[in-house]
């Protein structure tokens, strides 16, 4: 059985930082892709970033504009996203999954995945 969950969420300042959490078990990230999806009130769930399983390569979201890094710890079995400069607009609730996309899926189709974590809130508000 594998499970993601996520941690790191909270109440922030535009301007700031957080870094959210995903632990896997049952799964190995490190063999597999790992990525971090978003939804805000009133929208569709959408792609903000990707670390694949091979060679630690990552795939972003344009909008976030280089705000944003993922990164991977094998030893924790966890995947990280980094969040500086924080808007109002990035207040969502953030999701973790993971697939086997590889290099001829869509890492920004959300059919891709086939876990779910039950994601994390991040509210940017002053």
């Known amino acids: 059985q594998v499970q993601l969950v996520e941690s790191g969420g909270g109440l922030v300042q535009p301007g700031g930082s957080l870094r959210l959490s995903c632990v896997a078990s049952g799964r190995t990230v490190s063999y597999y892709d790992m990525a971090w999806f978003r939804q805000a009130p009133g929208k569709e769930r959408e792609f903000a970033a990707a670390i694949r399983a091979t060679r630690t390569s990552t795939v972003y979201a344009e909008f976030l504009k280089g705000r944003f890094t993922v990164s991977r710890d094998n030893a924790k079995n966890t995947v990280y996203l980094q969040m500086n400069s924080l808007k109002s607009e990035d207040t969502a609730v953030y999701y973790c999954?993971?697939?086997?996309?590889?290099?001829?899926?869509?890492?920004?189709?959300?059919?891709?995945?086939?876990?779910w974590g039950p994601g994390t809130q991040v509210t940017v508000s002053s």
């Open positions: 999954a993971t697939g086997t996309i590889g290099y001829s899926g869509n890492f920004f189709r959300r059919e891709e995945y086939d876990y």
